[in-house]
């Protein structure tokens, strides 16, 4: 039996969070929709050559409410959000149901590859890389992420559900947003 680590709990109003125990990739993720129970095993964390499975803590139940990372293996950082969960004795208001839709809306949206600060645009004298109408092909920049004052060009890459060519429909994220790993900044549309 491979060894096991405890998430990280927080708890945020009506909302639990599990967190990754450690640095590593995250793997067997479980949809959104099940219920999550005390003991549940909730993915695998690999780190260098060790596999640990992730087991919901005691005093923890709710259903997943977050949407699953696009990678397979998606790095992921200490403390980093894994899972969402609502509990069960609760409903979800109107707003967090927009909310949850507007993530949700389309599986056609280029999402965050990690947590920092989101730029449509290189310098704030300059023009955004990407408009709404905009067709997007594998390459294109589409705008940055800063991390410690460190800027990462983001580029559009046809992977998972995200087709070869893609129309900007919305920009959900807005310049200099603060974003998560796997918030969605862009949605798009099949060309």
């Not at 967190?19 to 959104?32: I, K, L, S, Y």
């Amino acid at each position: 039996m491979p060894p096991s680590r405890e998430f990280i709990v927080e708890r945020q109003e009506q909302r639990i969070f599990l967190r990754a125990p450690e640095v590593g990739t995250f793997t067997c993720v479980v949809e959104e929709g099940a219920v999550l129970t005390p003991g549940s095993r909730a993915g695998v964390l690999h780190r260098l050559d060790v596999a640990f499975e992730l087991i919901v803590p005691a005093g923890v139940t709710g259903r997943i409410v977050s949407i699953p990372p696009e990678r397979v293996h998606a790095p992921v950082e200490y403390g980093a959000a894994l899972y969402e969960l609502a509990p069960l004795a609760t409903t979800v208001s109107d707003s967090q149901q927009k909310e949850s839709a507007v993530k949700t809306r389309s599986a056609l949206a280029l999402r965050a590859p990690y947590s920092g600060r989101f730029w449509h645009r290189p310098a704030p004298e300059d023009p955004a890389y990407v408009q709404i109408g905009d067709v997007l092909e594998p390459g294109r920049t589409v705008g940055l992420i800063e991390v410690m004052k460190t800027f990462t060009h983001l580029s559009y890459e046809a992977h998972g559900a995200l087709p070869q060519k893609a129309r900007i429909v919305k920009l959900l994220a807005d310049d200099g947003d603060e974003v998560d790993e796997g918030d969605p900044l862009i949605e798009v549309e099949n060309v």
